[in-house]
Antibody
Framework: EVQLVESGGGLVQPGGSLRLSCAAS????????IDWVRQTPGKGLEWVGR??????????EYAASVKGRFSVSRDESNNSLYLQMNSLQTDDTAVYYC???????????WGQGTLVTVSS | DVQMTQSPSSLSASVGDRVTITCRAS??????LVWLQQKPGKAPKTLIY???RLQSGVPSKFSGSGYGTDFTLTISSLQPEDSATYYC?????????FGQGTRLEI
């Protein structure tokens, strides 16, 4: 059974940093692309970034709104995906989901999400 | 960026009804289109991929169609548990984008 468990959310001040984790199990971690997607009440669902699979050297893509501030990385040794978020802004307040992407490039499984609140 | 526009934004239906939700892409996305269901307080769940293929474990009351720019999600034999918000999402290129959602009330 595929499981994705996000953690690391919380309250952070504007300009601060936070690292989210996504612990993955139930599938071959290195074979799959994995996305970060966030959701706010006002802006709905927004794709944040992607880590490609090992065959594609774990290269990354980012939404324009986070490029240069957020970074996606992986640790194969413990099947974990990370989202390093720097220079956080109030607009980054959202529930952040990690999403396993099927080998046909569509979203397959979603984690339960972790809430990030950026506020002074 | 590809803009995804859903209609209607919300709708109300009765048990046993059939409803159709539409999604239009601002440029062609081939069949790189998924439909998601989200219930309150829960993560989204993938219902349909490839515009028309049913995700494993999803009941056949859900069906999708379309190609290029115009897509539909049809839900038949509505039950109270189908109350949710439904989203379309393309994954043709970057950035991946979502429709604004359609809230379905039974």
């Amino acid at each position: 059974e595929v499981q994705l468990v996000e953690s690391g959310g919380g309250l952070v001040q504007p300009g601060g940093s936070l690292r989210l984790s996504c612990a993955a199990s139930g599938f071959t971690f290195s074979d799959h692309y994995i996305d970060w997607v966030r959701q706010t009440p006002g802006k709905g669902l927004e794709w944040v970034g992607r880590s490609r699979n090992k065959a594609n050297s774990y290269t990354t893509e980012y939404a324009a709104s986070v490029k240069g501030r957020f970074s996606v990385s992986r640790d194969e040794s413990n099947n974990s995906l990370y989202l390093q978020m720097n220079s956080l802004q109030t607009d980054d307040t959202a529930v952040y989901y990690c999403v396993v992407v099927n080998t046909a490039y569509y979203p397959d499984y979603w984690g339960q999400g972790t809430l990030v609140t950026v506020s002074s | 960026d590809v803009q995804m526009t859903q209609s209607p934004s919300s709708l109300s239906a009765s048990v046993g009804d059939r409803v159709t939700i539409t999604c239009r892409a601002s440029q062609g996305v081939s069949n790189s289109l998924v439909w998601l269901q989200q219930k309150p307080g829960k993560a989204p769940k993938t219902l349909i991929y490839g515009a028309s293929r049913l995700q494993s474990g999803v009941p056949s009351k859900f069906s999708g169609s379309g190609y290029g720019t115009d897509f539909t999600l049809t839900i038949s034999s509505l039950q109270p548990e189908d109350s949710a918000t439904y989203y379309c999402q393309h994954h043709k290129n970057y950035p991946i984008t979502f429709g604004q959602g359609t809230r379905l009330e039974i």
